[in-house]
């Protein structure tokens, strides 16, 4: 990485080191994984290996794990593959998620931008027809945890198949399949410290998934293509790295130390989703009358990696459909940026954010700096998962 500081990890996070050396054996390694031969099943040993550790990080079984190639791909393996046409996505849904099937039902949020379970339960009482329900488990804007296991429960009440993207979620909070209850679970290794575009959907045994891809066989029939050995044993080594949370806490302390200081600084800024259960790396912010597209380019000016809105794959900074589905008004929700912390980052980090949001805002709200040094008290700000008190 340049030594501009990254504060957008929730977008990419970059490889690890124990990635960037899983990659370089990997490129050592010159046979097909499919093969019979000594260099095939050295090939298949790799995958195989970063199989276990993928499991391992979300309580499956090894067998569970089929390939991808990222967090897209899994998402749509999850809905179209499960041979169900009604489908039921929440209002929040990345769009891998919203647009990988037509007419899909949308599941509303509350003001916090948690699922309506109530509203969930309602919908499927309205057919008897099978239906496969998409929740994710943290959102990617908010950082806002979902209720999966209430969701869970009412997908069970009506015979429903639950999918969860756990995209954001993987290595920020603790994930076991068994317990949140899901049947299907989406993971991207690029978001966790391993290789873009390589990724995981976690199936259940019981789901019969039909392969949209198909070919070779591979991947137990359920995702054809030669395996991409080196996406793939990056993938296994960051999710041993992050199997335990090792940056939860101390991430959890300096979100909170920037979202306190920048209250403190300005009383009107909104963190979005501050009262319910956050990841503890993310914070969505409003800065009051200044255009999310002015922060991102003075950020930016500054050195700074910030994002906004849904710039996924437009790269243009556009309104955000999650703070719409919260109730956020057009006028607050286009001063949004969203900083997602991660583990290249450290306190001087934060500090160099709050300084420069200061001048962003004392010049473009026109107020003078009323940021003090020694005002670090004040708002009280729930962090929820990994929140580690000191």
């Known amino acids: 990485m340049s030594t501009a500081i990254y504060l957008d990890h929730n977008a990419t996070t970059p490889l690890r080191p124990e990635a960037v050396a899983a990659i370089n054996d990997g490129m ?56 169900r046409r009604r489908v039921l996505v929440s209002a929040i849904e990345h769009a891998s998620v919203g647009r990988s099937v037509d007419g899909a039902e949308t ?21 008897d027809e099978p239906a496969v329900v998409s929740v994710m488990l943290a959102n990617n804007e908010t950082g806002v945890v979902q ?106 302390l300096l979100r909170d130390r920037l979202e306190r200081r920048l209250q403190v600084l300005c009383p009107s800024m909104q963190v979005f989703g501050a009262t319910a259960p956050r990841l503890a790396n993310t914070s969505c912010i409003a800065m009051p009358g200044v255009a999310a597209e002015t922060q991102v380019i003075a950020f930016d000016l500054a050195g700074i ?29 286009s001063t949004a940026i969203r900083v997602s912390l991660g583990w290249t980052n450290c306190e001087a980090d934060v500090e160099r954010f709050i300084e420069v949001w200061t001048s962003v805002y004392s010049r473009a709200a026109g107020c003078g700096p009323a940021f003090s040094e020694g005002r670090d008290t004040a708002v009280e700000v729930r962090s929820g998962v990994g929140k580690v008190t000191e």
């Open 107 to 127: 599941i509303p949020v509350d003001a916090d931008g948690i699922v309506r379970v109530d509203a969930l339960d309602a919908l499927l009482r309205a057919s």
């Open 28 to 83: 050592r390694i010159g046979g097909n994984p499919s093969s019979v031969h000594a260099e095939g099943r050295r090939a298949r040993r790799v995958i195989e290996d970063a199989r276990e550790s993928v499991a391992s990080l979300v309580g499956a079984e090894p067998a569970q794990v089929v390939f991808t190639s990222g967090g897209s791909e899994a998402n749509t393996l999850a809905l179209r593959g499960c041979g």
């Open 305 to 333: 990696a910030v994002s906004a809105g849904a710039a996924c794959s437009s790269g243009k900074v556009t309104r955000s459909g999650v703070l719409t589905a919260m109730g956020v008004g057009d006028d607050l929700a």
């Open 147 to 252: 209720p999966i296991s209430e969701v869970a429960a009412v997908c069970r009440r009506h015979s429903a198949i639950l999918h969860c993207d756990a995209v954001q979620a993987a290595g920020k909070m603790a994930i076991d399949v068994r317990d949140l209850g899901v049947h299907l679970l989406s993971l991207s290794a690029h978001k966790m410290g391993g290789p873009a575009g390589c990724g995981a959907l976690v199936v259940e045994a019981a789901v019969p998934l039909q392969a949209l891809q198909r070919g070779g066989g591979q991947e137990r029939g359920r995702r054809a293509g030669t395996e991409n050995i080196l996406g793939i044993s990056g993938f296994g080594a960051a999710a041993d790295r992050v199997r335990g949370l090792p940056d939860a806490g101390r991430l959890a």
